[in-house]
């Protein structure tokens, strides 16, 4: 992660701005902190129990291997947003990173959760990654526009897959970046034309 | 200042004609200069080497083709070993450092100057970025054409989402090249 | 009238001159081509495929170079400005229908990238070796202009140019590129669309029953045009015909016809000069070259002027009509004619017969496949200064 590229003051629509910054391991009370305090139901959508000590220490590791890049974004001395990237150095999903984000309540539809986004598919890029995967619910309309925007495109459905607290299930969405394709441009035009003779 | 004939050659796929290209944008939309670029047919892209000739003059350019560069850049050992017999006297080569020997073939009085692009672009991230490497090598060497005009051409030149990873690749060539100026 | 901005892509580019002859046409309003692929003219009907979804337009890959030299005709009486794109041995395969184009006055831009022939010669090499071609090479007696780039700058201006000709004179208008121009990337500026002059059809005001398809008057012997769906009812044809259009294969008709369609050139050769000039004045040698030769002429002439000699150059930018008059007057002060062609000495002849033996004349040939030397030019250059 380029140093250069943060601190990053990022204006949202609504006139307000943040800071984004990379996660250090002395932020980890903070975030589990900015964690606690989300609604219980899109507590459930996070997929780890997050409030845990458990996770805490495990997410510390994984920082520090590089399996798992976080960005916050601070407002004031408050953490009102966090993405982060999970990508493995083995295995057969080696060349995929997934991306989960989260904005405070107070802190959305203001381009915060897109600001976010767009800083980890860049890093993302910049590390080598070939394909960025983001797992959203059908109904979370505003996220697969704010993807969409991002060059998403809807990868696979996984039908009546996440329940909510109330029991009612709906489909999830798997949404994907093929950056390969941007560096298959690359290597696209790298192509030296071949001699042809002949009409 | 003259005309510079200056030769690019490589194997195909490592981006030879880009590589002129972005030469010649430099200097033709970016820098005040005249370029022509013409890209090899016939016997001379024979085999698997390819080659971009790119003349930087002042004035207009009378005679397209460069048949004695004064500077080659060369990405492949088949490349080294087809031009340097072309190569002006007091001429320079620049070439990759780990795909070509340069091994005693160098004709009088010319001065020949390696960097490790491969390794550079593996670095960054990307090995297919060694020719934006050697572009940006070219660049800090001769000092032919500001960094500003080359770092607009590359921009032009490359496919959106790769700029950050090529202007970092132009920009690790440049310094590189800075240290061997003469 | 201005361009229309959608086929416009104002900017400064750093492309060849094949796209950039693609662009000249689009800036100039062509949105039919119908094509045949040859070496090395295909990048340009490539691009324009490319181009047309966004900018509106045609482009149909035909059998082969017959069937498109007479399709775009066809789109011509639809209304449309068309271009034509080939090299050498697609042009000798067009041939009649060049004719044809001639005799029904019907306006078209033909782009041949010339390539090293004969036959199918050298594909990647470049020449100028259809000069004659494309004046003689249909049969029958006719008329047509042709220009001669030298960049890919040139490309794209030229290409306005003759699509600007074609609508004025109604005779098929040639742009005699080579594979070095058309292959060779530089500086490309196109303006904007309010900044490039396009030259309209020369629609017709009279009413169907009022209008004849080839009525002309002393005055002005380009007849005025319709298109196929506007309501006129007209008859064109191949043969000797009359103002209605219909034949009239009689001795007189043909005298007046063919007349007045090589008169349209030939009587306004003095409108269609274009020969770009540099020292001609008191210079003992006079350089005459078109092309991508002229550009090497450009350097072989400085150096001949480093060493001593008065040498002019005089660029034909407009080689057919010949510039039969400008040479003439030349001949009167130069002593000798140095003509170096990409081709065993065609134009040479023209500058012969126009110079009439006032002065030496003297070829510098070239079989094709490559450009001179400098040093070829030069030499001849100072052989005859001597």
Same mark, same amino acid.
């Given at each position: 992660m380029g140093p250069e590229s943060f601190p990053q003051n990022i204006h949202l629509r609504d006139g307000s701005s943040a800071t984004l910054l990379p996660l250090k391991p002395g932020d980890m009370d903070a975030l589990q902190a900015f964690y606690r305090n989300l609604p219980e139901e899109e507590r459930l959508v996070l997929k780890d129990d997050v409030a845990s000590p458990q996770w805490a220490k495990s997410f510390h590791q994984r920082l520090e291997t590089g399996e798992v890049i976080s960005l916050i974004a601070m407002a004031g001395d408050r953490?009102?947003?966090?993405?982060?990237? &999970?990508?493995?150095?083995?295995?057969?999903?080696?060349?995929?990173?997934?991306?989960?984000?989260?904005?405070?309540?107070? &802190?959305?539809?203001?381009?915060?959760g897109t600001s976010l986004a767009a800083n980890l598919v860049k890093l993302a890029t910049d590390l080598g990654i070939e394909k960025i995967i983001v797992q959203v619910v059908a109904n979370q309309l505003g996220a697969r526009k704010v993807f969409e925007k991002l060059g998403f495109h809807k990868d696979a459905v996984l039908p009546h897959h996440v329940m909510d607290l109330a029991g009612t299930k709906r489909d999830l969405i798997v949404m994907a970046n093929d950056v390969s394709q941007i560096w298959a441009a690359m290597e696209a035009i790298n192509q030296d034309t071949p001699l042809h003779m002949g009409d | 200042m003259a005309k510079t004939e200056i030769r690019v050659g490589g194997l195909g796929g490592q981006g030879v004609i880009l590589c002129g290209s972005i030469i010649g944008k430099a200097a033709a939309i970016h820098g005040g200069k005249h370029a022509t670029l013409i890209q090899a047919f016939g016997p001379e892209a024979r085999g698997s080497a390819c080659s971009a000739q790119v003349t930087v003059s002042d004035d207009v350019i009378g005679y397209p083709y460069v048949k004695n560069p004064d500077i080659l850049v060369l990405m492949s050992q088949d490349a080294f070993n087809q031009f340097i017999p072309q190569l002006k006297p007091g001429g320079m080569v620049l070439y990759e450092a780990e795909l070509v020997k340069p091994d005693g073939k160098l004709p009088e009085g010319v001065r020949a100057m390696g960097v490790p692009a491969t390794r550079f672009a593996e670095e960054l991230g990307r090995r297919l970025v060694l020719n934006i490497v050697m572009v940006g090598f070219f660049a800090g060497v001769t000092g032919l054409l500001p960094f500003e005009a080359v770092e607009k051409a590359v921009l032009d030149s490359v496919p959106r989402g790769t700029e950050e990873l090529n202007l970092k690749a132009l920009k690790k060539g440049y310094d590189f090249g800075r240290e061997q100026a003469v | 009238m201005h361009a229309d901005p959608k086929g416009v892509l104002t900017g400064v580019h750093f492309i060849d001159g094949d796209h950039a002859?693609?662009?000249?046409a689009l800036a100039?309003?062509?949105? +039919?081509?119908?094509?045949?692929?040859? =070496?090395?003219? =295909?990048?340009i009907v490539e691009r324009f495929a490319h181009r047309i979804p966004k900018v509106g337009g045609v482009f149909i890959q035909m059998e082969d170079e017959l069937a498109a030299s007479i399709a775009i005709q066809g789109a011509v009486w639809g209304g449309q400005k068309v271009m034509n794109v080939t090299s050498g041995p697609g042009l000798s395969l067009m041939m009649e229908h060049l004719g044809y184009a001639f005799i029904t006055e019907t306006p078209c831009v033909w782009i041949d990238v010339q390539r090293c022939g004969p036959s199918t010669g050298m594909p990647t090499g470049p020449a100028q070796h259809d000069m004659m071609q494309v004046k003689w090479g249909s049969h029958g007696d006719f008329q047509i202009i042709a220009?001669? $780039?030298?960049?890919?700058?040139?490309? +794209?201006d030229f290409t306005i140019r003759a699509f600007n000709m074609a609508e004025t004179w109604r005779v098929p208008v040639f742009l005699m590129m080579d594979e070095v121009v058309g292959h060779m990337t530089e500086r490309v500026d196109i303006p904007e669309a309010s900044e490039i002059e396009v030259v309209e059809r020369k629609w017709t005001k009279k009413k169907p029953g009022e209008y004849k398809v080839y009525e002309t008057t002393p005055e002005d012997p380009v007849p005025e045009m319709v298109k196929a769906g506007d309501g006129y009812r007209i008859h064109v044809t191949g043969l000797t015909h009359n103002e209605k259009g219909y034949p009239d294969m009689t001795v007189p008709n043909q005298e007046r016809m063919l007349g007045r369609l090589i008169g349209k050139i030939t009587q306004n050769a003095h409108k269609l000069v274009d020969v770009r000039e540099d020292g001609v004045e008191g210079a003992d040698v006079v350089v005459v070259s078109y092309g991508i030769t002229s550009r090497v002429a450009m350097a072989a002439v400085e150096q001949a002027r480093a060493k001593g000699a008065k040498v002019g150059s005089a660029r034909l930018v407009i080689a057919w009509p010949f510039p039969a008059e400008r040479m003439k007057e030349i001949a009167r002060t130069a002593k000798v004619f140095v003509v170096p062609e990409m081709n065993m000495g065609q134009m040479v002849q023209e500058v012969e017969r126009?110079?009439?033996?006032?002065?030496? !004349? !003297?070829? !510098? $040939?070239?079989?094709?496949?490559? !450009?001179?030397?400098?040093?070829t030019i030069l030499n001849a250059i100072m052989e005859a200064a001597r």
């Open positions: 953490i009102v947003g966090e993405g982060t990237l &999970y990508r493995t150095f083995r295995g057969w999903t080696r060349h995929v990173g997934e991306i989960r984000i989260c904005c405070h309540q107070d &802190y959305r539809r203001r381009g915060l | - | 002859a693609c662009e000249g100039a309003g062509c949105r +039919f081509v119908a094509g045949y692929p040859i =070496t090395p003219s =295909t990048e220009l001669c $780039p030298n960049s890919p700058q040139e490309c +794209f126009a110079v009439a033996g006032a002065a030496k !004349v !003297v070829s !510098v $040939p070239h079989a094709g496949g490559s !450009v001179h030397e400098v040093d």
